[in-house]
């Protein structure tokens, strides 16, 4: 009887520390990253719009949003400040052409930087429907 009780312990001990473990971990990584989003939207005269949502905390920081080629050459490049904002972007492909495309949005106060990268692709789809009569 006392030895399924000790192991009982053991099993409970083992089970809040993988747990407190876990959760540590979690919290950590959750710290090493930016609150921020970025979607394709649809079109708009034939170019793609794309929305960036920033969803900051409660203090103030100032951001920089850099969009670059697959050269390095920075196409727009605009620092903001505040807590949480929603930009968006119409991209002209005339100009750009297939070129992937590098949103980087950077953070002055946590120093953090997240990338996102943009493959255009464009294909034509056609769609046939054949229903019995």
Do not use: C, W
Not at 70 to 84: C, T, Y
Not at 101 to 115: A, M, N, P, R
């Amino acid at each position: 009887m006392k030895r399924v009780i000790h192991n009982n312990r053991i099993v409970v001990i083992a089970f809040f520390t993988v747990f407190s473990v876990a959760s540590l971990t979690a919290s950590a990584n959750g710290s090493k990253t930016l609150p921020i989003e970025l979607k394709y939207t649809g079109h708009v005269n034939n170019q793609p719009l794309y929305k960036l949502i920033v969803k900051g905390n409660a203090e103030p920081d100032e951001f920089t949003i850099s969009i670059r080629d697959s050269k390095g050459n920075i196409l727009f490049r605009e620092n903001i400040k505040g807590e949480s904002f929603t930009k968006s972007f119409l991209l002209n492909t005339e100009e750009m052409g297939d070129d992937d495309l590098h949103f980087e949005i950077s953070s002055k106060k946590t120093k953090k930087l997240v990338t996102y990268e943009i493959n255009r692709h464009s294909h034509l789809v056609e769609e046939a429907v054949i229903e019995p009569k």
